[in-house]
């Protein structure tokens, strides 16, 4: 088995090794997309790249260092087919880190973990080191796990957790997007909208806030929502997307001319599956998604969606976690930043 070290990454990335070294000694030549890519596959195949200083060294600097925590299985988080919206998070938050000096580290925390006595965070020896500081959280965790990390370190969210109040947030604003996506639709002269989703191994915060604010945007441009045109929330969870997207085709035949997704990969998953069907997109039903990633094939037409400040997400988070370290016991904060509608060539007029 091949030594995992910075050569390794270089091989696999196609970069000189210097390259990876000044990736996580924050050069200023590096690109913060780089410093990403590198960040990520070092997650991914177990690198510790906190860098050892010597005592002398380390009272030059009185920069504190960060853990990022991706609560998200390797296959899941590495499974490719679509841009990563972490790896534009990864990109802001090394991009401060490289301005101001500060040494960060990255580690995937499987789903499965909901105490800090599991091996799988344990094993994360720089979280018990004096240098550390503070922990970026990014994706849902479950509530037991932040509520523990809470306790012993500065923490800020890079997307809102389900049901948690003691950390700081930095997210988007879930509401104006899909009021964005609802606007776009109502004007192409959709009435009927369905709203799809799917279940995780953790509550996704981000799914909820979202079809909160489509039945409000709903409701205030006096669009009717049928309880069967909505998939994925509660009652109507389905243990599979196959079977998520077999009901969003009962509910296209029964008259729905449009769906909104509550994220992009969803909404791939979607159009595939109402293909599959005999729908065509957009000619038969509209899809729209939110997030604003790309898909690595020209197998679906581009996507009408929500484009995130990613890397504005991740630089507001960093900057966010130097002032919760700087007063740990101040009042909680939260901050939205506003995305952007991205039209597509997945909306089209119903019937056309």
Known sequence: MAEVNQQLIADKLGLSKATVSRCFTNHAGISPSTRARVFQLAAEIGYKHLENRSPAARTKTRQPNFTVLICSDPEEYFRGGYESPGEEILAGVSEYAQIHNIKIGIHLIPPTVTNLDDPAFRQIKELRAKANRGVLLIYPFPGSFVAQLAEKLPLVSLVEQQNSSAIDCVDVNHYDGISAVVDHLAEAGHKRIGFYTRDYAIDASWSFRRYGAFVEKMARLRLSINPGDVIGMFPRNLPSVAEGCQAAAEQTRDGVTAWICAADHQAFDLIGGLEEEGFQVPQDVSVTGFDGIGKSTGAFPSLTTVEIPFRSIGMTGAERLAARIRK?????????????????????????
Do not use: C
Request: no cysteine; proline share 8%; net charge positive.
């Open 328 to 352: 740990r016991f101040g009042g909680e904060q939260r901050v939205y930043i506003s995305g952007t509608l991205r039209p597509g060539k997945t909306v089209a007029t119903p019937g056309s």
